[in-house]
């Protein structure tokens, strides 16, 4: 069983930045890759990031990749997303995901247990 909470979204100018939170609660979280994923108005939910449970091997879309930064701390059950240079398409709600395959895929079909999701908010 696991259970996601995000945190850290916001009104932002562009340029600006944010830090999104993922608090996690469960008995194997340390074994998932974890992955962000967003969805604005009218679209698909897309994969933004992902991170092996090692925290040594991480994935990134090409729209966020130099931008965007996703870690996670084992020890507090928690995995981040640093977002720099935030642009208005960066608009969406950011949900947090595990993958408990480990591989920390693209794929959202492949991510078993879901957050709420916060909202981020870009302003030109």
């Known amino acids: 069983q696991v259970q996601l909470v995000e945190s850290g979204g916001g009104l932002v100018q562009a340029g600006g930045s944010l830090r999104l939170s993922c608090a996690a609660s469960?008995?194997?979280?340390?074994?998932?890759?974890m992955g962000w994923f967003r969805q604005a108005p009218g679209k698909e939910r897309e994969f933004v990031a992902a991170i092996r449970w090692s925290g040594r091997s991480t994935y990134y879309a090409d729209s966020v990749k130099g931008r965007f930064t996703i870690s996670r701390d084992n020890a507090k059950n928690t995995v981040y997303l640093q977002m720099n240079s935030l642009k208005p398409e960066d608009t969406a709600v950011y949900y947090c995901?595990?993958?408990?395959?480990?591989?920390?895929?693209?794929?959202?079909?492949?991510?078993?247990?879901w957050g709420q999701g916060t909202q981020v908010t870009v302003s030109s």
């Open positions: 469960g008995r194997t979280f340390s074994t998932y890759a």
């Open positions: 995901a595990t993958d408990t395959s480990g591989l920390g895929s693209h794929l959202s079909s492949l991510y078993n247990y």
